[in-house]
Nanobody, 121 residues
Framework: QVHLAESGGGSVQSGGSLRLSCVGS????????MGWFRQAPGKGREEVAH???????VYEESAKGRFAISRDNAKGTLYLQMSSLKPEDSGTYYC???????????????WGPGTQVTVSS
């Protein structure tokens, strides 16, 4: 049975940092594209970053230079190091797994329940 679980969310002040983790199991983790998504209140879910099985990384524009995505295949864990956080980074952060990268592919992939991030000004 596939299981994804995020952790590391919390409340921080603007300029602060958080490190999110996502542990995946029940599928061939090392061969999957892994992504982080964010959903702010009243808004749609948007991709923050993804990392392919070959290590190729893509960031959403606002995440560039502030966030770092990484994966540890031996531990089946995905990370998102977030720095210089802004209030607009607030929302529920989800990790997702898909056999291939891409917005459409992730929609039909595996998802965790999410972890809440709140950045206050």
């Amino acid at each position: 049975q596939v299981h994804l679980a995020e952790s590391g969310g919390g409340s921080v002040q603007s300029g602060g940092s958080l490190r999110l983790s996502c542990v995946g199991s029940g599928y061939d983790y090392s061969t999957y594209c892994m992504g982080w998504f964010r959903q702010a209140p009243g808004k749609g879910r948007e991709e923050v970053a993804h990392i392919d099985d070959d290590g190729t990384i893509v960031y959403e524009e606002s995440a560039k230079g502030r966030f770092a995505i990484s994966r540890d295949n031996a531990k089946g864990t995905l990370y998102l190091q977030m720095s210089s956080l802004k209030p607009e980074d607030s929302g529920t952060y989800y990790c997702a797994a898909s056999p291939v990268c891409g917005t459409v592919a992730f929609r039909s992939g595996y998802w965790g329940p999410g972890t809440q991030v709140t950045v206050s000004s």
